[in-house]
């Protein structure tokens, strides 16, 4: 149960994550609307179920991290492997901040050209007077 419990949570924790949500809606808001269903629809122990759904505002993010972390690492593991462009974007906001944006571009195991974002970096900008 603990185990399924675990899967659950990072699969709802991507949901947040793609909703762009605050990652408190788990505990506030998603595992009290899943316990409803569960005590309506469905005559079992709501509460063993709910309680190995970790959905805490740390879980939440440490999952988010987590998966985040993964598609990082895959996408560097399959750049290794293959040719790609980069295109770099700067733009600059208050006369003081610039945004150095990096997407690369490759052609993905199914022969389609994708487009991912890599990295953003802050720049420091000099001014002269």
Known sequence: MLEKGLLA???I?????????PHTIGESLILPAIKEVL???????????ISSIPLSNSSVSSRIDEMAFD???TLCAFLRTTKFS???DE??????????LVY???INQNDVIQEEFLF????????ED
């Open 9 to 11: 949570s990072y699969k």
């Open 13 to 21: 924790s991507q949901l947040i994550a793609k909703s762009g949500k």
């Open 39 to 49: 005590n309506s629809m469905v005559d079992c122990d709501s509460e063993q179920i």
């Open 71 to 73: 598609i990082e690492e």
């Open 86 to 88: 980069i295109q770099i």
């Open 91 to 100: 733009s600059t906001f208050n006369d003081s901040v610039a945004l150095l």
């Open 104 to 106: 690369v571009r490759y």
């Open 120 to 127: 953003l970096n802050t720049l420091n900008s000099i001014q």
